[in-house]
């Protein structure tokens, strides 16, 4: 086992749900040690989270996936010896996680404010839906919400013809974790230099934008149409996406629709619009099947693919290569297979075999253990 680049830190996540818990579980990848601050009544609400009817061991399956190789301390933040135990712990720590609603965390005492008086060198790292100071700060942020407000359906969907369709994974929630832990890398490394803790901030909202960027063309579209007669900017005839073939879709990579032409073998008349010629070699590619077209398209040098089903994909010799997944195991006799972190480090891959927690499990050896959570002051480089 080759050391992790981040053992040796201490990260406290209070966070719930999926965005917190993603970014902490990708510090726990990096080897950081993850301690889930969790309520004694229920935990964390993602154990109770479903995107299926499966459950193992009384928690979702979403929960165990976000969850594994973590610690769990169950404790009352509401009550001043539960909010002791907490300070205590927040003395040693290096990063600490949250994604309460603005003002939440403030009230039980744990905002950025009170956390740095408890440990000046602390990276704090907070989510939130829409920032925390916005007229919608109060709002639930939930991705489905998130993605409503950011027309992200109608992307999804197509066109503002047809209907829309949200995207079917949590996608504001992941990339916001993803943002919150480039930020509290940097940090680190900022700490390392200054020796400085700090607070970063990202919200759901603008990580959801961020991802969007090569569509908010369409926004400045009327000052380019402005510039086109210049000659500064050109409109191209080109076709991308998803199309149906005699048996299933392919994926076809923005080109210039003459060149599809020329792969498909039929000739575009000069007075077709984009859309009219689209249609027609849409016709041209529903008389072979997926497969056929995609040697064709390959010999002619254009990037496609064949739209394959989670079952299909998992037959091809790409995902056995990767080796993307792991077995990971709450007890010797409780154990699930879940998706590995996609991150390599000197050529070696980031795994661990250990579970979920349970609700409190980690309680007695944290507090009988309290003087050595510190395993950070050997690296107070960092």
Same mark, same amino acid.
């Given at each position: 086992?080759?050391?992790?680049?981040? %053992?040796?830190?201490?990260?406290?996540?209070? /966070?719930?749900?999926? /965005?917190?818990?993603?970014?902490?579980?990708?510090?726990?990848?990096?080897?950081?040690?993850?301690?889930?601050?969790?309520?004694?009544?229920?935990?964390?609400?993602? @154990?109770?989270?479903?995107? /299926?009817?499966?459950?193992?061991?009384?928690?979702?399956?979403?929960?165990?996936?976000?969850?594994?190789?973590?610690?769990?301390?169950?404790?009352?933040?509401?009550?001043?010896?539960?909010?002791?135990?907490?300070?205590?712990?927040?003395?040693?720590?290096?990063?600490?996680?949250?994604?309460?609603?603005?003002?939440?965390?403030?009230?039980?005492?744990?905002?950025?404010?009170?956390?740095?008086?408890?440990?000046?060198?602390?990276?704090?790292?907070?989510?939130?839906?829409?920032?925390?100071?916005?007229?919608?700060?109060?709002?639930?942020?939930?991705?489905?919400?998130?993605?409503?407000?950011?027309?992200?359906?109608?992307?999804?969907?197509?066109?503002?013809? !047809?209907?829309?369709?949200?995207?079917?994974?949590?996608?504001?929630?992941?990339?916001?974790?993803?943002?919150?832990?480039?930020?509290?890398?940097?940090?680190?490394?900022? !700490?390392?230099?200054?020796?400085?803790?700090?607070?970063? %901030?990202?919200?759901?909202?603008?990580?959801?934008?961020?991802?969007?960027?090569?569509?908010?063309?369409?926004?400045?579209?009327?000052?380019?149409?402005?510039?086109?007669?210049?000659? @500064?900017?050109?409109?191209?005839?080109?076709?991308?996406?998803?199309?149906?073939?005699?048996?299933?879709?392919?994926?076809?990579?923005?080109?210039?629709?003459?060149?599809?032409? +020329?792969?498909?073998?039929?000739?575009?008349?000069?007075?077709? /619009?984009?859309?009219?010629?689209?249609?027609?070699?849409?016709?041209?590619?529903?008389?072979?099947?997926?497969?056929?077209?995609?040697?064709?398209?390959?010999?002619?040098?254009?990037?496609?693919?064949?739209?394959?089903?989670?079952?299909?994909?998992?037959?091809?010799?790409?995902?056995?290569?990767?080796?993307?997944?792991?077995?990971?195991?709450?007890?010797?006799?409780?154990?699930?297979?879940?998706? +590995?972190?996609?991150?390599?480090?000197?050529?070696? @891959?980031?795994?661990?075999?250990?579970?979920?927690? @349970?609700?409190?499990?980690?309680?007695?050896?944290?507090?009988?253990?309290?003087?050595?959570?510190?395993?950070?002051?050997?690296?107070?480089?960092?």
């Amino acid at each position: 086992m080759m050391p992790r680049p981040l %053992e040796g830190l201490l990260v406290l996540d209070f /966070s719930q749900f999926l /965005s917190g818990p993603y970014a902490g579980l990708r510090l726990a990848d990096l080897g950081a040690r993850v301690i889930k601050i969790e309520r004694t009544d229920g935990g964390d609400l993602c @154990r109770r989270l479903y995107i /299926s009817n499966l459950e193992l061991d009384g928690d979702s399956t979403l929960f165990h996936s976000i969850n594994r190789n973590k610690e769990s301390y169950a404790v009352d933040l509401k009550s001043e010896a539960g909010k002791i135990k907490v300070r205590k712990l927040l003395q040693h720590a290096d990063i600490m996680i949250q994604n309460f609603r603005p003002g939440v965390i403030e009230k039980l005492g744990f905002g950025y404010e009170e956390a740095k008086q408890i440990n000046p060198r602390l990276i704090y790292g907070s989510i939130s839906g829409y920032g925390k100071e916005t007229p919608l700060r109060s709002r639930p942020g939930q991705d489905l919400l998130l993605q409503a407000l950011t027309g992200l359906p109608w992307l999804h969907g197509g066109n503002h013809r !047809r209907r829309p369709i949200p995207f079917g994974l949590a996608i504001a929630d992941m990339i916001s974790g993803a943002h919150l832990v480039q930020g509290i890398l940097a940090a680190l490394v900022r !700490r390392s230099a200054q020796g400085k803790g700090a607070l970063v %901030e990202v919200n759901m909202l603008e990580s959801t934008l961020d991802v969007m960027q090569e569509v908010w063309d369409e926004l400045w579209m009327p000052a380019a149409h402005a510039h086109a007669s210049s000659g @500064r900017i050109q409109f191209r005839r080109t076709v991308k996406g998803l199309y149906p073939t005699a048996t299933e879709y392919i994926a076809l990579k923005d080109m210039p629709l003459e060149v599809l032409a +020329a792969a498909l073998d039929v000739e575009l008349a000069s007075s077709m /619009s984009g859309d009219e010629a689209v249609i027609f070699m849409q016709e041209r590619l529903l008389t072979q099947p997926a497969d056929y077209w995609v040697d064709i398209f390959i010999k002619h040098g254009i990037a496609c693919e064949k739209l394959l089903n989670w079952e299909q994909l998992r037959s091809q010799d790409v995902f056995h290569k990767l080796q993307m997944t792991q077995n990971i195991k709450r007890d010797p006799d409780i154990d699930m297979i879940a998706l +590995a972190c996609p991150i390599r480090f000197n050529g070696y @891959r980031l795994q661990y075999a250990k579970g979920a927690p @349970r609700i409190g499990e980690h309680n007695t050896w944290i507090e009988s253990q309290a003087c050595s959570l510190n395993t950070a002051d050997h690296h107070r480089n960092i």
